[in-house]
């Protein structure tokens, strides 16, 4: 089987009022080196599938039809063997 | 400077709603290799700091003051250069 471990992050120049907020609130406990906290979706999918390449493409279309909104969110994705 | 990349899930044994939801949808899409879909947060948390073991002390008291709940979510890191 192959893990599909996918992180979606919403693209450069969306506004990401959650990542705001946890970085204020990261300076109000007092740490003073934040320099930006940006917060999206993790996603793990494990396929009864062997062939990675055939994995990989349909992760892609996966994200694409359902899991992530290409209008405003970039994803990554690694497979891992489970 | 580096830059967290926090991985966060719900612990094995807690109900994820939001992953059995993504799992029934793509099963209806026509997708019948999925085995299991897990739904948790991603945050990047980008740090004005050079050293390496700082910044991991830093990053797993941050997730526990604030980023995370211990009580129901697992989480994992990585720090890379920026």
Redesign the interface.
């Known amino acids: 089987?192959l893990k599909a471990?996918i992180?979606?992050?919403l693209k450069q120049g969306v506004l990401d009022p959650q990542?705001q907020a946890?970085e204020k609130?990261?300076s109000a406990?007092g740490?003073q080196?934040?320099?930006?906290?940006?917060?999206?979706?993790?996603?793990?999918?494990?396929?009864?599938?062997k062939d990675r390449t055939a994995a990989e493409a349909?992760v892609r279309e996966?994200c694409t039809?359902?899991?992530t909104n290409a209008v405003i969110e970039d994803y990554t994705f690694e497979l891992v063997e489970v």
Chains 1, 2 share one sequence.
């Not at 906290?37 to 793990?44: D, F, N, S, T």
């Open positions: 089987m471990e992180k979606v992050l990542g946890a609130s990261l406990l740490y080196n934040i320099n930006q906290v940006r917060i999206g979706k993790y996603l793990e999918v494990t396929l009864n599938e349909q996966m039809r359902l899991l």
